[in-house]
Nanobody, 118 residues
Framework: QVQLVESGGGLVQAGGSLRLSCAAS????????MGWHRQVPGEQRELVAT???????TYIDAVKGRFTISRDNAKNTLYLQMNNLKYEDTGVYYC????????????WGQGTQVTVSS
């Protein structure tokens, strides 16, 4: 069982920045895919960014050029650097990791709240 613990959320004004962190309970070097999702009350959870073991990244169009996902295998930590934040980035951000040997997400963190004031 992998435990993921997010941190770094908070309240920020539009145009500001935040860096989210996700600490894993095991080494992440063998985890094929990790990612960040976000959810707004009443809406479905949305996959925002992913990164593979080979550091290939993907982003939804809404965050391209503003968000950067990265992973530090030595620290067993996943990051999401969020710049030029917009009101519509508000939500609960969840870290996710694929199960060992799988490409599909099987582990989730508890989430961290990001609130962007306009």
């Amino acid at each position: 069982q992998v435990q993921l613990v997010e941190s770094g959320g908070g309240l920020v004004q539009a145009g500001g920045s935040l860096r989210l962190s996700c600490a894993a309970s095991i080494g992440i070097s063998d985890i094929i895919r990790m990612g960040w999702h976000r959810q707004v009350p009443g809406e479905q959870r949305e996959l925002v960014a992913t990164i593979t073991r080979g550091n290939i990244t993907t982003y939804i169009d809404a965050v391209k050029g503003r968000f950067t996902i990265s992973r530090d295998n030595a620290k067993n930590t996943l990051y999401l650097q969020m710049n030029n934040l917009k009101y519509e980035d508000t939500g609960v951000y969840y870290c996710a990791a694929s199960k060992i040997g799988s490409f599909y997400f099987g582990y989730w963190g508890q989430g961290t709240q990001v609130t962007v004031s306009s």
